[in-house]
């Protein structure tokens, strides 16, 4: 499956994820997540959550977007009976407004169409939370946790899917 978009006179090409592409997933994760200022510490604490192992890639429907040679974004489907999730779709910083999320975002509701999921949701970074509003998702509840004595409240969201 490859899917094309032109986005800013950019090509961008979506296909899956090879196992062999997890370090430099994981890389795009560590830089998208710094972009938005967080202290070094804190992503030192998520250092779990940013990591994309080969086994994820290999058993979950993982997606990356290139602009010619280099990997500009990746996201996961994670199906769990009829619901679908939205995980990892990280953008690299440089690459940041130019289509790239909205390619991989669309890549993932045709998918979750297409396997029949009524719905896909997401537990959303609170700057990235404009960007699913613009892909025409809605906050639907808030995940509430604490880092370093700081409160944090990350958006859970969900996109009502069509059946196809």
């Known amino acids: 499956m490859l899917d094309c978009w032109a986005e800013d006179e950019m090509d961008i090409q979506i296909r899956r994820a090879q196992p062999n592409e997890a370090a430099t997933l994981t ?21 779990d959550d940013l990591t994309i192992t080969p086994d994820f ?15 500009a974004g990746c996201c996961a489907l994670v199906m769990s009976d009829s619901l679908a999730e939205l995980e ?12 790239v999320g909205r390619a991989l975002f669309h890549q993932i509701v045709e998918r979750a169409t297409h396997l029949k999921a009524t719905g896909l949701e997401i537990s959303s970074d609170p700057n990235a939370e404009g960007f699913y509003k ?3 998702a809605i906050r639907i509840a808030e995940i509430r946790s604490e880092i370093e004595g700081q409160p944090r409240v990350l958006p859970r969201m969900s996109v009502e899917l069509g059946s196809a």
């Open 27 to 47: 890389e795009i994760a560590h830089a998208a997540k710094r972009h938005w200022g967080y202290p070094e510490n804190w992503i030192e604490h998520w250092k």
């Open 57 to 71: 890639i290999a058993n979950n429907e993982m997606y990356v977007a290139t602009i010619g040679e280099e990997i």
């Open 88 to 99: 990892h779709l990280w953008i690299r910083p440089a690459h940041m407004g130019n289509g």
């Open 134 to 136: 613009r892909m025409g």
